[in-house]
């Protein structure tokens, strides 16, 4: 009898439809994951309404999922030798599956790499053997998949928050060069800006600071939990004024942008930064266009400004690490799972398009029940 496999794969524009995919047969250096949970992030959101189309991200029918973990259900006897593991470990699959030959490969950037290859956001479902994205109960591991083999006892829900945290710790502080005792402010309270909080606390920020919308207060409020020193309402009070009151006119050593689609924090971190300082424009504007920016203010004032786009492996190993000594601090953060078979509804939810009890932080989709 033929083991099946099970997917909510989306099909078209937002529409998911459960499939059902025969396990393949693993070779010598293959192997397959027994699916244990998927995270969801701003991206999957995206996939979802469309945005991505005519991009490399926009391919349809796809099963999404790029922030993976679970066992190790099979491997073959080559890939257990390369990546180190056996059957029953658990372990983080990265997003990316590198040709370790092209340049970006070369320069230690394989999400750049050049054969397109990766979980969740690139290779569509027709692709065989169809287990390609975290919305499932298994995963295919290609040969040149990478693996991090993780602890067993950190519960689910908190290691469902590996991919934000290892981006926090690549945003917050690996790119910026965070130092002790410097200020970070963090636009945007959503999952990955606090992460950036928990990350910049770890490493020894003087001042974090963090701002948001009305909509947040409750995100807000988490942040100073999390650590940070104070919290600023835009639609309350104007974020420069404020920023520079808590500096004492200083301003900040590092702005980190986290915020989604509005284009108005990065005019506004540019004000708030010091001379020399850093801005690092994360968060994803779905296209739209920055007006009224003068690149004078950067020139003259030597401000450096960075785009990042997901973390590496040793930011993914790092947050491993902060996850094992900090995790029951995080719990908070973890406000909402969902079946396989509610993936249509848990991305909704992410987009804020319904609501369902608490304000959402982070959302997972727990892939051991089938649908």
């Known amino acids: 009898m033929t083991e099946t496999a099970y997917a909510a794969v989306l099909t078209e524009i937002r529409k998911f439809e459960t499939r059902e995919v025969p396990i393949p047969e693993i070779g010598p250096d293959e192997g397959l994951l027994r699916m244990e949970a998927a995270g969801l992030c701003g991206t999957d959101y995206e996939q979802f309404d469309g945005h991505f189309i005519g991009t490399t991200h926009g391919t349809l029918p796809i099963t ?8 190790v259900d099979r491997v073959g006897a080559k890939a257990a030798t390369r990546w180190g593991v056996k059957e029953g470990d658990r372990v ?12 970006a490969c070369h320069d230690g950037r394989p999400i750049f790499c050049d054969s397109n290859m990766g979980y969740g956001l690139r290779m569509g479902f027709d692709t065989a053997p169809h287990l390609w994205g975290g919305y499932a109960s298994h995963l295919y591991l290609h040969p040149k998949a990478r693996l991090h083999k993780i602890p067993n006892d950190i519960p689910t829900d908190i ?46 920020a003087g001042q974090i600071i963090v701002t948001g919308i009305a909509a947040d207060e409750y995100r807000l409020s988490l942040a100073k939990e999390l650590g940070a020193n104070a919290t600023i309402n835009v639609d309350e009070e104007d974020p420069v004024e404020r920023v520079n009151d808590l500096t004492n006119g200083r301003k900040a050593d590092i702005v ?12 506004q971190a540019v004000e708030m930064v010091r001379k020399g300082g850093t801005i690092v424009v994360a968060g994803v504007k779905t296209h739209n266009a920055l007006n009224n920016f003068y690149t004078d203010k950067l020139l003259f004032n030597e401000i450096s400004m960075l785009g990042v786009l997901s973390s590496d492996w040793e930011d993914t190993a790092r947050a491993v690490d902060i996850l094992s000594r900090k995790w029951q601090g995080l719990k908070k953060l973890c406000t909402h799972s969902y079946s396989l078979s509610e993936a249509e509804k848990a991305v909704r939810l992410l987009g804020r398009e319904i609501q369902d009890g608490p304000e959402p932080v982070h959302i997972y989709l727990d892939t051991t029940t089938p649908p």
């Open 92 to 103: 983080i699959v990265e997003t990316s599956i590198p040709c370790g030959e092209c340049l």
């Open 64 to 71: 999404p999922g790029h922030e993976i973990f679970g066992w």
């Open 159 to 204: 290691m469902s928050l590996y991919n934000p945290l290892s981006n926090a710790v690549r945003w917050a502080w690996a790119r910026p060069n965070l130092k002790e005792g410097q200020t970070i402010v963090i636009e945007g309270p959503g999952q990955r800006g606090l992460l950036s909080v928990v990350v910049a606390k770890e490493m020894g």
């Open 256 to 267: 980190l942008d986290v915020s989604m689609g509005a284009t108005e924090p990065l005019i």
